[in-house]
Nanobody
Framework: QVQLVESGGGLVQPGGSLRLSCVAS????????MAWYRQAPGKERELVAS???????NYADSVKGRFTMSGDNARNTVFLQMNTLKPDDTAVYYC?????????????WGKGTLVTVSS
């Protein structure tokens, strides 16, 4: 199993910045991809950014150029630096780890951290 704990959410004004962190523990050696998802009220959960074990990143079009995902292997932590935040970025942000078990990809989720962008 993998345990994921997010932190760093909060209230920020439009145009501001936040950095989210996600610490992974447990059976982390088999993790292939880490990702951030978000879910706004009344909407489906959507992929924000992902980071593979080889270091490749991918971003949703809505956050390209504003958000940056990175990882610190020594601390088993991934980050999401969010700049130029907009009210539409308001959501609960979830950390996701995809683990390869044999030929099966297994998803693990954190409990989420709330980001509110409002003046």
């Amino acid at each position: 199993q993998v345990q994921l704990v997010e932190s760093g959410g909060g209230l920020v004004q439009p145009g501001g910045s936040l950095r989210l962190s996600c610490v992974a523990s447990g059976s982390i050696a088999s993790i292939r991809t880490m990702a951030w998802y978000r879910q706004a009220p009344g909407k489906e959960r959507e992929l924000v950014a992902s980071l593979t074990s080889s270091g490749s990143t991918n971003y949703a079009d809505s956050v390209k150029g504003r958000f940056t995902m990175s990882g610190d292997n020594a601390r088993n932590t991934v980050f999401l630096q969010m700049n130029t935040l907009k009210p539409d970025d308001t959501a609960v942000y979830y950390c996701n780890a995809r683990r390869l078990i044999g030929v099966t990809l297994e998803n693990h989720w954190g409990k989420g951290t709330l980001v509110t962008v409002s003046s």
